[in-house]
């Protein structure tokens, strides 16, 4: 089955910093990859997500890249800020056919 | 739409009593997930549904685990008994199709 590893598990930035988070895959069968925020005491959101077809989303100061060669793909946030502070959650699936498998998440700091 | 809702927030309980947990799906939603999150594994998917019926159990980490969705617009997650290693936040997710996943607040229990 499909097999997703997440890097780093914490990341502290200085606020207007960049951050980056990185996913690697294993099943070269999926094609759908979301990215989802946890905040704290709540469940997971999704803030972005990209598809095969595709190598590169952006919305606002979040982007996703996706190297479907290397099967890895990774979350940009630029200009970040306090309430970026949140766990991240990179995943992968076959759309239609499997569900989500995660990451184990990326706890991001942004220091004011 | 009130999102997914679940119950009860918190638990607290001695080993070998029994543990039901409680979801409610966004109405219309016709998948519904059962995860686990833990420092140490992150988010598990323990079972998931398609139309009121199990699709796919092989997450669930033993017998003494068990989930019903006996309408659209209700599942339960037993624990019977229930051990300190279960402790951990459990997530309950919908989603129309295998789409965007919409995460309830989770419960969090924990096993003295």
């Known amino acids: 089955g499909e097999n997703v590893e997440q890097h780093p598990s914490t990341l502290s930035v200085q606020e207007g910093d960049s951050a980056v988070i990185k996913c690697t895959y294993s099943?070269?069968?999926?094609?759908?990859f979301p990215w989802y925020k946890q905040e704290l005491g709540k469940g997971p959101q999704l803030i972005i997500d990209?598809?095969?077809?595709?190598g590169e989303k952006k919305d606002q100061r979040i982007a996703v890249t996706l190297n479907k060669t290397a099967k890895h793909f990774s979350l940009h946030i630029t200009e970040t800020q306090p309430e970026d502070s949140a766990v991240y959650f990179c995943a992968a699936s076959i759309t239609g056919n499997t569900p989500l498998v995660f990451g184990k998440g990326t706890r991001l700091s942004v220091i004011a | 739409d009130a999102g997914v809702i679940q119950s009860p927030r918190h638990e607290v309980t001695e080993m070998g009593q029994e543990v039901t947990l409680r979801c409610k799906p966004i109405s219309g939603h016709d998948y519904l997930f059962w995860y686990r999150q833990t420092m140490m594994r992150g988010l598990e998917l323990l079972i998931y549904f398609n139309n009121n019926v199990p699709i796919d159990d092989s997450g669930m980490p033993e017998d003494r685990f068990s989930a019903k969705m006996p309408n659209a617009s209700f599942s339960t997650l037993k624990i019977q008994p229930s051990e300190p290693r279960d402790s951990a936040v459990y997530f309950c997710?919908?989603?129309?199709?295998?789409?965007?996943?919409?995460f309830g607040e989770g419960s969090r229990l924990t096993v003295l």
């Open positions: 990209i598809r095969s077809n595709v």
């Open positions: 997710a919908s989603s129309l199709g295998p789409g965007e996943l919409f």
């Open positions: 099943d070269s069968a999926s094609n759908y």
